[in-house]
Nanobody, 114 residues
């Protein structure tokens, strides 16, 4: 069982930055895939960043060049650095771990004002 706890969300003006953290209850160095998703009101949950055990990262075009996912294996924590934020980035952001099954955190709200 993997428990994930997100933090770092909040209110920021357009153009600003936030760093989200996801603390895991297990060692993350062996987790195949760690990712961040987001869900805006009335929309489906979408992937915003993924990090594989081999070090590969993946981003959709909507955040590429602005968001960066990273792992700190010593702290069992995954980060999402978000720069140049836009109002359309407003959503609840969820941490995800995929190790034989999907595990989700409770989510953290990010609101970007124009």
């Amino acid at each position: 069982q993997v428990q994930l706890v997100e933090s770092g969300g909040g209110l920021v003006q357009a153009g600003g930055s936030l760093r989200l953290s996801c603390a895991a209850s297990v060692r993350i160095f062996s987790i195949n895939l760690m990712a961040w998703y987001r869900q805006a009101p009335g929309k489906q949950r979408e992937l915003v960043a993924a990090s594989t055990i081999g070090g590969t990262t993946n981003y959709p075009d909507s955040v590429k060049g602005r968001f960066t996912i990273s792992r700190d294996n010593a702290k069992n924590t995954v980060y999402l650095q978000m720069n140049s934020l836009k109002p359309e980035d407003t959503a609840v952001y969820y941490c995800n771990a995929n190790q034989f099954k999907n595990y989700w955190g409770q989510g953290t709200q990010v609101t970007v004002s124009s």
